[in-house]
């Protein structure tokens, strides 16, 4: 992913990064909304009287990201939670709901899908996901990870492919 949404240009590689999936592609309305709400969201990122510059995109018209640089060096969970929380819930306020890391594995097979964790064998004995089957790393760390492209990386290089014996 060499070129990002312009939010981004002006943040470093080292910016941390948050990325939250979403089950579906907002509309364009609530799309719209969902910008207004995360720019306010952002505009209002404070903590203990420090305000934080970060920025957002959609990715892949349903992969929320959120940069900011200062928090890679001199991180704040509370400022991070609280962030967070807002963003969900804003989420959560527009109808839209989250892929959840922990029980789904978002992959890119003919559009972004979230396949339930207890549904990777059989899709992979059925031949729904193959080893070459793009799987998006929800736990990006920064900024460069993403302008690097490692949002995706084939099935048989991840933990799948390894638990399941893929090559």
């Known amino acids: 992913m ?6 981004f240009q002006p943040l470093p590689d080292s910016a941390r990064l948050w990325l939250v999936a979403l089950d579906a592609a907002p509309s364009a ?9 995360m720019e306010a ?3 209002q990122w404070r903590h203990k009287g420090h305000a934080y510059q ?8 349903r992969i929320l990201a959120v940069a900011e640089p200062e928090l890679a060096s001199a991180p704040s969970g509370c400022a991070i939670d609280a962030m967070l929380r807002k963003v969900r819930r804003l989420v959560g306020d527009l109808g839209l709901a989250e892929v959840d890391p922990a029980a789904s594995v978002l992959v890119d097979a003919g559009g972004l899908r979230a396949v339930p ?3 990777l064998e059989a899709r992979l004995q059925d031949g729904t996901l193959g080893p ?14 993403l302008r690097t492209g490692r949002l995706e990386t084939p ?4 933990w ?4 399941f014996k893929v090559a």
Do not use: M, N, Q
């Open 117 to 119: 964790k207890g549904d």
């Open 160 to 163: 799948i492919g390894r638990k």
């Open 41 to 43: 969201i952002l505009a």
């Open 2 to 7: 060499s070129h990002l949404p312009g939010p």
């Open 29 to 37: 309305d609530t799309r719209a909304r969902l910008e207004e709400g």
């Open 54 to 61: 970060g920025a957002f995109a959609l990715v892949k018209d």
């Open 132 to 145: 070459d089957t793009p799987v998006v790393d929800l736990s990006l760390y920064s900024l460069g990870d």
């Open 155 to 158: 099935l048989a290089r991840t």
